[in-house]
C-alpha cells in the first residue's frame, strides 16, 4: 500500500491500531459470531459498549457526576436547532460569540427560535482571530452563553474560555474536543460530531449538567429533547451502533496513549513543528490567522504565488499527503491535525513543505 499523510478536515484520520481492530472484530464481535454491523442495540453487548464508552469520557474528561454523556445522531449541525429548541425558552435571549463560519451556523439557526445577541464578535478582523473574551458582559438574564471553541475552516481556537457564574456555557467542541484538557465544570453543555476526534460520522457526543435539563419544554418533538435521550441512556431510539464502538475503540486508544494530558503534548509539538515552519520560511509560507488565536488543530496558510500553490497541492497529492486544500471558502492551503495524525507525519509533511520552498522559493 502507497503511504499516505492524511491531514483532512474531518471526517478525518482514525489510528491504524482502531483500523485493524475494527477489521479484526467485523465479523465476530467479541466471540458473539455476530458483528457490530447486526447485533441488536437492546443486546447485552451493545449494552456494554454504550455504558462502557461513556465512561470510558467520563474517565478521560474527569466529567463530575452531574453530567450526562449522550451519543445523539444528526451531526453538530442538529445541535445548532437542538441548543435552543431546549434552552432558548419563550422570552428569554440568549448571547452568542461570533468567531466565524460554524458559529454563524449556530447564530442562524438560534435566530429562528428566539433572541439572539452578539456577545461579541471577530468580524472586524475577519474572524482572524476569536473573540476577546475580556470583554464579554455577562448579563444575568441570558438564557446560555455559545461559543464555537475551534473554527476549523479558517484555523482559529480560544486558548482558554471564560468564567460565565451561573449563566450555562454551551460549546461546540467539534473539532478540538479530546485534544487538550478541560475544565468539563466550567460548561454546562458540550457537543462535537464524532468526525475529527472521536471517531467516524454518524454520532455526536454531548456533555451536558443534569440541571440543565430540568426545565425543558415539553412540545418540543422527543427526539430534540435532551432529557428524553438522557433518560433512555441515549437508546431513545436505533442509535449509530457502528459509529459508538468505533467511538469506543477511540476513546481506548487515547487511554492507552497516556490521556488527554499526553495527547495535548503531542498535539502542541506536532502544531509547533508545522507552525516554526511556516514562521521560519522568510515569507514564502504565510499563516492565515492571528497568532494569539492559532489553532492545534487546523493549520491554515498560503503562499503569496497563487500558481505555486496551486503547484504545491499538486505535488503534495502526488507525495500522497491528502486533505491540504484550504476550506472552499477560505481557499489556501489548511492541515488539519486531530489526535490520530502522528508527529512523524508532521515531520513527513514539513520535510516536503522545506523542499518545496528551496525549489521554488
Ligand atoms: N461545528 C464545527 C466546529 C465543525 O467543524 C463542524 C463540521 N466541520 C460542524 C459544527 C458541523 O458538523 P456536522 O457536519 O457534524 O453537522
Redesign the pocket.
Known amino acids: 500500500m502507497k503511504q499516505v499523510y492524511n491531514f483532512n ?2 471526517l478525518a484520520t482514525l489510528p491504524l491500531e482502531v483500523m485493524l481492530q475494527i477489521q479484526d472484530e467485523l465479523l465476530d464481535l467479541q466471540g458473539t459470531n455476530l458483528s457490530i454491523l447486526e447485533i441488536s442495540h437492546r443486546s447485552k453487548e451493545y449494552e456494554n459498549i454504550n455504558e462502557e464508552t461513556q465512561q470510558l469520557l467520563k474517565d478521560l474528561l474527569n466529567i463530575p457526576s452531574d453530567y450526562e454523556v449522550l451519543f445523539l445522531q444528526g ?3 442538529m445541535q445548532f436547532a437542538m441548543v435552543p429548541m431546549n434552552f432558548l425558552t419563550e422570552g428569554r435571549k440568549a448571547s452568542y460569540l461570533q468567531s466565524g463560519t ?1 458559529s454563524e451556523k449556530a447564530i442562524a439557526e438560534a435566530r429562528k427560535f428566539g433572541k439572539v445577541t452578539i456577545g461579541g464578535s471577530s468580524g472586524h478582523a475577519h474572524f482572524k482571530k476569536v473573540p476577546d473574551l475580556s470583554r464579554v458582559k455577562i448579563d444575568p438574564e441570558t438564557a446560555y452563553i455559545h461559543l ?1 471553541s ?3 475552516i479558517l484555523g482559529t481556537q480560544y486558548q482558554s474560555f471564560i468564567d460565565t457564574g451561573k449563566v450555562p456555557l454551551i460549546v ?1 467542541m ?2 478540538d474536543i479530546l485534544s487538550r484538557h478541560i475544565d468539563v465544570s466550567n460548561f454546562s453543555l458540550i457537543y462535537a ?1 464524532a ?1 475529527k476526534n472521536l471517531g467516524p ?1 454518524g454520532v ?1 457526543t454531548v456533555i451536558v449538567k443534569r440541571d440543565l435539563m430540568e426545565n425543558i419544554p415539553k412540545n418540543i418533538p422527543d427526539i430534540m429533547n435532551y432529557r428524553i435521550h438522557a433518560n433512555s441512556r441515549s437508546l431513545y431510539h436505533t442509535p449509530p451502533v457502528f459509529a459508538v464502538y468505533i467511538v469506543n475503540l477511540m476513546l481506548k486508544w487515547i487511554r492507552n496513549n497516556g490521556g488527554v494530558k499526553a495527547i495535548e503534548k503531542r498535539n502542541h509539538q506536532k502544531a509547533d513543528l508545522i507552525y516554526s515552519t511556516i514562521d521560519n520560511s522568510a515569507g514564502f509560507y504565510n499563516g492565515l490567522v492571528h497568532l494569539e488565536s492559532r489553532s492545534m488543530m487546523n493549520v491554515t496558510f498560503s503562499i503569496l504565488n497563487n500558481k505555486i500553490e496551486k503547484l504545491f497541492i499538486q505535488e503534495a497529492e502526488e507525495n500522497g499527503f491528502v486533505g491540504v486544500r484550504g476550506h472552499r471558502d477560505a481557499g489556501h492551503l489548511r492541515v488539519s491535525i486531530y489526535n490520530a495524525v502522528t508527529y512523524e507525519q508532521c515531520q513527513a509533511l514539513t520535510d516536503f513543505m522545506i523542499d518545496f520552498q528551496k525549489r521554488f522559493g
Do not use: P
Open positions: 478536515a474531518g451531526g453538530a449541525s460554524w464555537t475551534n473554527e476549523t461546540d467539534s473539532s460530531g468526525q460520522s455526536t
